[in-house]
């Protein structure tokens, strides 16, 4: 009985902290939107109801989060191992090139085709993550200073690799020459721009979870990433479990990458790493680690997104408010001590209340 | 008598929902010691965690001196005079005694630190209260009884009148135990007002003037230690009758299981920590292995079980060499290792109970098939596990760090016996637990050697190597000073001579321990 009540206070204070946090992002927004516009009530209106006025912008949440949902799966499976590398944007971005290279060069049936290019694509992830974990299992470099580094090399790389071998001479902009038609992915929804990557998406969801808590890895894993000494102690595979979780999320983020260049664009158009890796951080967190909660919180951050844009677009309101508002939901998500005295409350009075009854 | 401490109904309740504190009354006179008693898990430490102002109480009140006090943080205990010894030293190693002791509370000649005046000062409260101490000696030199003594110090040069000390024996050799009593009781016709957390009953009796017991919670009553027995201390804690006496019948060692041979550690500093020790574990025996903390002991259970290295020697299992081997293989070859603390190596605290007694075992096909959990299977090991060992707890699902060190332990016991050993490593299997729970380890332990598998007891507590050990082995700075085959014949003050290093055996006595014809 005690169990279900206690676990009943910390699901309700998790939800009421969650809603609080959005409710207090809300509010952000409208406060810095009325200090800043001419025309406040139209800003807050673009941004909040916006998404929703049509078809083709409720897709744009859906298509926005499909990213997200990858690189937040990455960061969750990292650090429940414990470890803090922060490779997936590098494995993101390695995956869109492992993907354009393969829509590009080689021709396939078109069933074929896009399978094969996300799949490399999650191979080059894959072993993007695996330098920083290796070093790390090696020498003990530090992998998260590894990663941030890494992430640069990979960005430039990228960009060499269009730049000059797959660049579109015609056009004035950096971009790749077009995919074959056969390595897109195909949309589901008529109207809007929703691709199969967002099936993949949830599916991997789904499959993580299952891995993390169904299976005898993901207890190593979860053990490992809860005390590292206990697992040595206990005879698991302290560095291989270590390294066999970035690797899954390398190659999590790098499929991710494949199918959002291939659902989303016909030609390599980045000159720049997108972020997506760390907005996973902020989905990540928000999901609670949960790798069932990520594709809400990953569709939240996108309608957050999506609003911003619109808002920007039918405003004087620029998009960069967006990411003033993240950075303040990180900090809130980070800060235990937000509701936990009304938690402390609960919690003595249910003890009290089971006393009574125990007596 | 006057109160010079009065805590009233104290309630805690700490935020994973456990009531630590459920009605605790403590009240102290002035100029006595107090002794506060309980099983692990009874609210001992809350208690004075909440008096020391490290943790808040739910409710109740708190009289110092007859003024009600609402205490939120230690500077505020220390100015109130109350004075906290850490069971775990809060001491730098690298600084001097003076320098530890003035720590925060420099005496200042203009904007520099008067260090003629504070060595005064140190010098001069040391030998006021025969607690002397070179105050020119950093503490990385000292003993652990030296150590303990700073500690002391510390709280009275900040002008403690109420001294906690937190389970102060635990660490200390029978000597140093004494040296303490005496200065304790030096300190209590000085005036000053001390309560002694402990659950050994015999220095309770020698010690202190009046208990506290504390029992899940709530106070058992207040009374003068001369007019109650250990057995009435001990039912009154527990709720039952105890047999303090740990009874076993004779062992009758087999073959031998374990061979360590001339083990040398080395680290790469070049400290030596063991230094050419050899002994053989044999099947049906409970060899302890007693010696001041610090003395190899750790380093050499290190290497025994897969956590650590060696530098030269060998050790065997059943003529399999295993030195060097990983903690999965050994693990693999049936060594079982209760480890040294609980909470850094023997748990991830916020795992289930269920998860955490199956953690060495993935790889048995009841509990995983194809790289799936079986999730029955291992929920219904996890209650029986907790039905086996009396876990406390409210199910198997629950996180083990919301338990009481007690309760931890006895996991920690669960998941080991029941991984089929051979060989049961037992570093410290009943420190900082209970009487009940103590005497249900020390149970479990038995039971094994009678089974015919082999015990390793590595324990600093004197009683327990003496009373559960069959032969022994005592180590002094990384050697084997003596081997005890029939532990019987040894007194707790015998086996202090050899732990302090002040008498050693012959080389030929010592190389009994290998069993060697």
Known sequence: MKINSQKKINLLVDCVKMLMIVAIACALVSLIVFAVSDDPLNAIYNFFVGPFTTLRRVGNIVEAASPLMFTALAVVIIFGAGQFSMIAEGSFFIGTAGAMVVAITIGMPAGLHPIVAILFGGILGSIVALIPALLKMKWNVSELVVSLMLNYVVQFFVIYLVTYFFREMESSSLCSVLFQDTATLTTILEGTRIHTGVLLGVAACIVMWFLMYRTSFGTSLRITGDNALFAKYAGLKVSGIMVAAQAIAGFLAGIGGGAELLGMYTRFKWTATPGYGWTGIVVALLARRNPLMVPLSAAFIAYMNVGADIMARNSDVGREMVDIIQGVMMLLIAADALLQGWRQRMIIKAAKAEEEVSV | ?517
């Not at chain 2, 027995?229 to 047999?243: K, T």
């Open chain 2, 1 to 517: 008598m006057a109160e010079a401490l009065q805590m009233k109904n104290i309630v805690k309740v700490y935020s994973n929902g456990v009531m630590a504190n459920k009605d605790v009354t403590l009240c102290v006179n002035e100029g006595e010691i107090h002794a506060l008693s309980g099983e692990n898990g009874a609210g001992k430490s809350t208690l004075m965690k909440i008096l020391f102002g490290e943790e808040q109480a739910t409710s109740g009140e708190i009289y110092v001196n007859g003024k009600k006090v609402n205490i939120t943080s230690p500077q505020m205990a220390i100015g109130l005079g109350i004075g906290m010894v850490h069971q775990h030293f809060m001491l730098v190693p690298s600084l001097s005694v003076t320098e530890n002791m003035i720590m925060g509370v420099e005496p200042k000649k203009g904007i520099f630190i008067d260090r003629k005046y504070a060595r005064q000062q140190v010098e001069e409260i040391g030998k006021k209260y025969n607690l002397y101490i070179d105050p020119d000696k950093k503490i990385s030199e000292l003993t652990v009884g030296q150590k303990q003594k700073v500690e002391i110090l510390k709280a009275l040069f900040r002008g403690a009148k109420i001294l906690i000390l937190d389970e102060p024996t635990a660490v200390l050799t029978p000597q140093e135990t004494a040296e303490l009593f005496e200065e304790l009781k030096h300190l209590k016709e000085s005036g000053y007002t001390i309560i002694f957390i402990s659950h050994k009953l015999n220095e309770i009796k020698e010690l202190c003037d009046r208990i506290t017991i504390i029992r899940r919670g709530v106070t058992m009553g207040v009374h003068n230690v001369a007019d109650v027995s250990e057995e009435d201390i001990s039912r009154l804690m527990v709720g039952r009758d105890v047999v303090q006496k740990i009874v076993k019948d004779p062992a009758h060692p087999g073959e031998s299981l374990l061979r360590v041979k001339d083990v040398k550690i080395v680290d790469e500093t070049g400290t030596v920590y063991v230094d050419g020790v050899s002994f053989s574990l044999r099947e049906g025996e409970i060899l302890g292995i007693a010696g001041v903390e610090g003395n190899g002991q750790s380093q050499l259970i290190d290497a025994i079980t897969g956590m650590g290295h060696i530098s030269a020697g060998s050790i065997s299992l059943r003529d399999k060499d295993i030195s060097g081997a990983s903690v999965r293989k050994i693990r693999s070859m049936h060594i079982a290792h209760i480890p040294e603390d609980r909470m850094t190596t023997g748990v991830a605290a916020s795992l289930s109970i269920t998860e955490n007694v199956i953690a060495d075992k993935l790889s048995w096909k009841r509990f995983v098939r194809g790289g799936v959990l079986r999730r029955k299977e291992m929920r219904a090991y996890g209650q029986e596990m907790v039905d086996a060992y009396q876990i406390l707890c409210k199910s198997q699902d629950v996180e083990i760090g919301s338990l009481s060190g007690g309760n931890i332990q006895k996991g920690v016991v669960a998941r080991e016996l029941s991984s089929e050993p051979l060989v049961i490593v037992a570093n410290q299997p009943t420190r900082g637990v209970d009487v009940g729970a103590s005497e249900f380890i020390r149970h479990q332990l038995i039971r094994a050697r009678d089974q015919r598998k082999g015990v390793l007891l590595i324990t600093s507590d004197l009683n327990e190597v003496l009373g559960l050990a069959d032969s022994l082995i005592v180590m002094y700075e990384g050697k084997i000073v003596a081997y005890i085959q029939d532990v019987a014949s040894m007194t707790e003050s015998e086996l202090g001579t050899y732990m302090l290093g002040i008498q050693k055996q012959s080389a030929a006595q010592i190389k009994e321990a290998l069993h060697e014809d």
